[in-house]
């Protein structure tokens, strides 16, 4: 159950509120967003929902039968919007496109993908500077030199950045050159960075894990909504299957599941989902026409000599296509649901 308590309570008004929600027998977890004050009860399923509601303080309560709660699409209405600023939103349909390289590798690839976003309107560009490589030996990103790249050249370009953050120290390190932080799939269920995250007032877009159930990516993402961030996007990037055809299975099912379980949006990795450059755009517009609000893509000027995820990294044509391919996908898209 959520209960939604009056902002404006004092201390001791709020303080007696919990006590009366305590006195019904219920496990009380206090949530504070940066807009809303919210207990989430667990407990008594046969409570009546009218003595909760009779409490002082109290100004809304949803009864939710799902094992996450604060991310059930059950009690919101509308659907989370994620505001970037200067006009960047990440919301319900809205096809966002965040497009860059795995990794940063330098100052000219950077410029280079950064001019091609903005002649594409593209307004999100990814990058990993902390990468997590599944060999030692594999080149692990630049670092703080990768995030100096993104203030010096991204930023005044008006590009929003979007880059994997590997372990909550790294947090305030990225907090200035970032405006969301993505979770890998490796990280989707570390629950101590899925804490840090949720004292942060950034937005968080959070993979599914390798072999991540959907029920195990909204834990997670509960994890940090109840730590107070409110701000999650949902990444299905391909799970691991007995397929070894292409590197991982995209699982285009999730994202219609996804958006009736949750009020969070829902965004498709197709780079990593299928891992072969010459099939990225046709899942790309696929994940569109499943539902997904927005697409996470790999692209590099010359996409077989990046550093890391060569094989599924896209050329600025293939890219350019993509790009174009959303805008008609999605007006199929919203013809189709209306
Ligand atoms: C990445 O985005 O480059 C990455 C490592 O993704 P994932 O965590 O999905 O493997
Ligand atoms: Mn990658």
């Known amino acids: 159950m959520i209960v939604q308590l009056d902002c404006a309570l004092t201390t001791e008004a709020k303080e007696a509120a919990i006590a009366r929600l305590r006195g019904f027998g219920l496990q009380i977890t206090e949530v504070h967003t940066h807009r809303r004050h919210y207990v989430v009860c667990l407990g008594d399923k046969g409570l009546d929902i009218r003595l909760v509601g009779g409490v002082p303080g109290v100004v809304d309560v949803h009864r939710v039968s799902d094992p996450y709660q604060l991310v ?5 209405v509308h659907p989370t919007s994620i505001d970037l600023g200067d006009g960047v939103i990440i919301s319900e349909g809205s ?12 100052a000219e690839q950077l410029e280079a993908v950064a001019d091609f976003l903005v002649a594409q309107g593209v307004r999100i560009m990814r990058g990993g500077v902390f990468k997590p490589r599944s060999s030692p030996y594999s080149f692990r990103g630049l670092g703080e030199e990768g995030l100096a790249l993104f203030s010096q050249i991204a930023r005044p370009r008006g590009l929003k950045i979007i880059s994997e953050v590997l372990e909550p120290s790294q947090i305030e390190v990225m907090y200035d050159a970032v405006d969301i932080f993505q979770v890998g799939a490796r990280n989707s269920q570390n629950f101590s960075l899925l804490d840090a995250l949720g004292s942060v007032d950034k937005p968080v877009l959070l993979k599914r894990g390798l ?3 959907l029920e195990e990516l909204l834990q997670s993402a509960e994890y940090m909504y109840a730590r ?3 701000r999650i996007l949902l990444c299905e990037r391909g799970i691991r299957t007995y397929e070894r055809a292409y590197r991982n299975t995209l699982d285009l099912n999730a994202v219609p599941i996804l958006k009736e379980k949750t009020h969070l949006p ?10 072969i450059r010459r099939h990225v755009p046709q899942m790309s517009l696929a994940a569109l026409m499943a539902g997904a609000d927005g697409l996470i893509i790999e692209i590099h000027p010359t996409p077989e000599r990046a550093m890391s995820d060569a094989d599924q990294t896209l050329s600025f044509t293939e890219a350019a296509m993509i790009v174009q391919g959303a805008r008609d996908v999605g007006g199929l898209y919203r013809a189709l649901c209306r």
């Open 72 to 76: 059930s699409r059950s009690w919101r």
């Open 95 to 106: 096809g966002a496109i965040m497009m860059g390289p795995c990794s940063v590798e330098s």
């Open 211 to 213: 072999s991540g159930t």
């Open 228 to 230: 107070g961030n409110e």
């Open 266 to 275: 829902v965004i498709v990795d197709p780079s990593h989902g299928i891992g």
